[in-house]
Each structure stands twice: as structure tokens, then as C-alpha cells.
């Protein structure tokens, strides 16, 4: 149990975290209720949406969810230009060049072509890849969710085809998220060796600080510099 | 001897009725033995009753003579019907005895017009309300069933292409009416699926060619007949129609873009993600056992 050890920093706000276990939420249940819509024609979907009391029902729970998950996309943006005034931890998931390279330099070290690791900061090449593949597969479901909830509406502007083609797009973008979360989130979150059987951080908001230096010595570094480290106390013995 | 027998049984059949029930129940001495069959030369045709599902029927109260009211003993009378399919065209008259309003606006749709000009694949009052477990249309069971008594021809190609037809059972069962209507008939069935089956749009007994300027599907009556559920379907809203057909670089471009776009990206995206993780799995193992290796 060494991850539990020594001093660690705050990596994500309770804030952060309550947001985190919203869309852990609403995403389960919104896929819950979407597939067997999508695969209305196997058994397995009529029996789930049996089990909820009929489509009516699903239809109603995956539209109620569907509000939670935008509203709770309105309130991050606005948590993220509230953070703008920050003096450090602002940007850290802006995307640049330097994610390539990181990412580059990762598979290099991954298949022994480097001995060293990137340096990665807050956040790695991986993290804000899933973070930006949230953002937009959100956007665009509530897009196209939105175009399939309100048909009437929508015709009055838009021409009637970007209606099947929202339901297509709805139902491949849902299936893509799926296998992003299944094969990348669970993997990076869970699965990885050294974090086996999950990665705790999301859930006590905490990092240790010897773990940071490893996956994050960047982040280190900057909050070293803006004096934001709890005092090193001398490596200790596990109990 | 034999003919003896016979002669009682034909006897017995023929008895005046005394009640409903018995008269009902001599005819079903013969025709309750599954495969009791009148042969044509174009086919046998089955005239077994389900006494079960004639008495979860709306005509239950009737007797077997109501409707066939030369039968009324046994021998029965002889056939004028030559042919199987004429001796179904001819019992159309029956329904018509009593359902003259329906017979006669059928007569002027599409399949009415078919059957008097001999076609044999055109559906009969029958074909879709069956003969002996006519169901209230109004009912659960019988509207969200609606696409599958459609689809017995209409998702045939054979039959279809004979008549310059597409089959469109299949595109409209995956489209958002047919999902839902699905979905009604399987797991709710006691529920009328409020999504549009196919007489909502084309209608049950007038039904017309889509090309007939009479047609609530003729294009420019398509958004009128949408505004009947959708009331407030903007002007574009007919627009969104994919005409029962997959997408295709011709129909529907749009949506078959999308598709194509996510038929490739997603295989994509998911081998870059298994390649990563595989990386990263190949590079722990390696530090872990490929010392001792």
C-alpha cells in the first residue's frame, strides 16, 4: 500500500469531484437506456427496456439524464472561465504541439526506445485526449439529441434531413464514447498495473506527492514554484 | 356399411340448428381437425377453424351460417369457385354484407382495384383481418401488429418488384415509428404504440399509389399528413422523410455520410486506443519480467 503514503497534494475540488460523479452517472444510465433503443431489434434490449416499464419509460429517463448531463456541461463551462482569474492550475487542459510530442515520446519509451518518460504536467496526453473527446461527444449529443427531441421545431430553420442524420450520428458517437470508456478510461483509470484496482484520486481529490513526481513531475515542479507544496516530511517506513 | 356411417355424420351436420353453440358446434365437428382442406388447382386452401381464437373474435355471436349462409347442411353445396384465389375473391362478398361502407371505399384504393383486375398477390379483407380471428382494429393487438400484416408483402421483393415496388418493411421497422411500434408490440402489447404504423400515414382502405396526387404520402400532401400527429412540424419537416430506403450517396446523403463517417472513425479512434494500452501493457511486462526472461 505504498500509493497511500506520504504527503500529497489536492488534485481535484470537491467540486470537480461532484461533477466528475455526475457525468459518471448520467453517462451510465444515458447508455443504459440508449442501447437497447439503438438495438431495439435483440432480445437482450427488449428485455432491459421491459425492465424499465416500456420505451415511454426509457425514453423519459434517458431524456431526464440527458438534462442533467447538459446542465451539468453549462456549469463546467462556467467553472472553466470562472477559473480563468486563477494565478497557477489555469489551462491545464489546453491542448498543444507538445501533446504530440508527449505522446510521440511515450510510445518511444513504451516500446524501449527511450529510457525516459515525457515529463508531463498536470494533466498527460491521455488525460486531456479523454477530456477533450468528453467535451465534444457531449456537444454533440445534446446536439443531436436535441434536434431528435424537438423534430417540429427544428424544421422550421434547418432542412429535415439533419434529422435521420442526427439519430445516425447520435447512435455512432454513443458507441464511439462507449469504447473509449470501456478500452481507454477503464484501462488509464483502473486497469493499469500500477493503479490496479482503480486509480483513487477522482474519488479522495488527492495525489500523492511521490506519484505526481513520477506521472506528473511537471505539475510538480509548477506548484513547487508557486509555493503550494506541503512541507516534505522525511520518507517514512509503511506501518 | 361405411356409407352408412357417413350418411348419419352428414346427417348429423346437416341437423336443423337448435341453438347457436350447437350449430356452431357441428360444423366444427368437421372443420375444428387441423388440415380439413378444400384442394384447388392453384393450391389448397385451409379451412380449419380455431375454435379458441373464433371465440376471442368480435363476430363470436355468430353462427357458422350467419356468414355462410348456404352452408347449412352437409353435403355442402357445390363450388363456383374454380380456383382458390377466386373462392377467397368471392367471399369477400360476405364481409361486404355487413361492412358495405368499408368494401366499397376499398374498391377504389390501389388493392381494390387490383383484385378486380385479377391480380393474385393483392390483398382481401382477410389477407389482413384474417377470416375467423377478426380482432377489433381499434385494439392494442391489432395496431401494433399493423407493419408485420403490412410487411407480408410489402417486405417481400418477389412479390414487390412484380409491381414496380420497393419492399419497405425493413427501413421503416429501423426508422423512429418503427422502432417504437416494435418496441409496443414486444414489451407492451396491451398499449396502442401512439407512433405512426402504416395505415396512419397511407391509410387502411383507401389506400393509393404514393405517385396518385390523392395520397395523403403524395409529396405535396407529405407534411400535411405529418402535421396530422406532429401539429406543429415546421414548414421543412417532410423533408427529413427517407422514404423507407437505406441512405445512399443518391437518397438521403446526408445521413449516409454521417454513417460512413462514423463506420470508419470508430474502428479508427478504437485501434489507436488498443494500440496505446497494448504499448503501455508491453512496457510493464517488460519491466517486470523481461529481466528474468
Redesign the interface.
Known sequence: MRRRGGPAVERFSIAQRIEHFVLLLSFNILALTGLP?KY??TGWA?RL??VFG??EITRLIHRTFAVILMVQGLYHLAAVLASRTRSVRRHDMHLSLQDLHDMIGD?K????RNRERPRFGRFDY?QKFEYWAVVWGTVLMAATGLI?WF???????????????S???HG??A??AL??VI??HF?NAHF???IFPMDPAMFTGKIPLERLQHEHPRELENLEAAGLLPPREPEKADK | MYWLILLAVAWILGFPQASLAQDNAACLGCHEVEGTKISFPDGALDVTINAKKFAASVHKDFTCTTCHTNHTGYPHPPRTATSRRAYQVLAQQICATCHADQAQIFDLSVHGRGVRMGLGDVPLCASCHTAHAVIKPKSAAFRNNIPEVCGNCHADEAVMTRYGLRPVYQAY?EE?HG??T???R???PA?RSPSAVCYDCHTAHTVRRVADPLSPVAPGNLVATCRTC?????????????EHRA?SLRH????YL??V??LI??PG??AV??I??G??????A?T?WGGRA
Open positions: 433503443q431495439s431489434g427488449q427496456i421491459e416500456g420505451i510510445m519509451f513504451m516500446t524501449g491521455r431528435m423534430p417540429a421545431l427544428v424544421t422550421q430553420w434547418l432542412p429535415g434531413v439533419v434529422i435521420p442524420a439519430r445516425v450520428a455512432g458517437e458507441l464511439l469504447f473509449a478500452i481507454w484501462y493499469r498495473p500500477a | 421497422v423512429f422502432v417504437t416494435r418496441l409496443y414486444l414489451v407492451t398499449i406532429h401539429t406543429k412540424a415546421g414548414r421543412f419537416f417532410a423533408t427529413a422523410w427517407t441512405p438521403s446523403t446526408l445521413v454521417v454513417q463517417f462514423y472513425l470508430i479512434v478504437v486506443l488498443v496505446l494500452t504499448m503501455d501493457m508491453w512496457h510493464w517488460v517486470r
